[in-house]
């Protein structure tokens, strides 16, 4: 692993989350307050820096905006973050952004339309706390990956943390990246992730395979991503799954 800068991470967010988190490595939560051990919670970590936009902005100025037939949803939102979008070096401001989209896109509203009765709110509240963390993750440019955590392989990292079974962990991931299968979902989705520099991307195909989850910016070569993801994807997969508390979940 490579790690340019081992300063602790701490942000103190909204929501209480899971104590459970502290089950993987590098992570210890009180509450609110989360602290993140750079060199023992990433299994790369190369840059710490991090493209945003001001969530009260992106609420204002793009999530009530509708596409024309001149005007994609996808070129409002790079147009957005090309007006908006700032570098940072604090990763406690990313994960507090993140914590708004997250909160947005899996609001309690959305149960009743996503078909899934099995899903709860206390489910939401699950992807919530694990989307954010897994806005540290990151994707250059030229498709490589610099960042990786846990929260990358999302099912593997539920079932350490809520000790969820193969069969709701996989659900889970469903609701996750339903905004493919669903276009209401799909142009929140888009229009939410400009807080964050991008657009919600995954290697996975409609079955969960834990190929994917990382916010990569406009551009970002995606032949080059899926071709680094598959060199690393089984062996941290396995590191994760290691850290079960109830390995038969």
Known sequence: MTTIDTTAITVELPEAFDPRWSRLPGIQVDSRSITIDPAAYFFRFESNTWLVADWELV????????????????????????????????????????????????????????????????????????????????????GHISNVGPCWFFPAATSVVFDLGDEMGGMLDEVYHGGWFNEHRRIESIKAHAALGGRLVHGCQSVPDQTGGVVAPYGASMANFRDDLAAFKASWIEQVYAHRVNPAA
């Open 59 to 142: 609420k204002s100025q793009l999530l009530e905006v509708d596409e024309t037939t001149e005007s994609a949803v996808e070129q409002l939102a790079l147009d957005f973050i090309k007006n908006h979008g700032e570098s940072t070096s604090d990763a406690a401001r990313v994960l507090a952004t993140a914590y708004e989209v997250y909160a947005y896109l899996f609001r309690d509203e959305h149960l009743a339309g996503l078909g899934l009765p099995q899903i709860t709110a206390d489910h939401l509240r699950m992807l919530r706390e694990a989307a954010t963390l897994m806005a540290l993750n990151k994707v250059e440019l030229d």
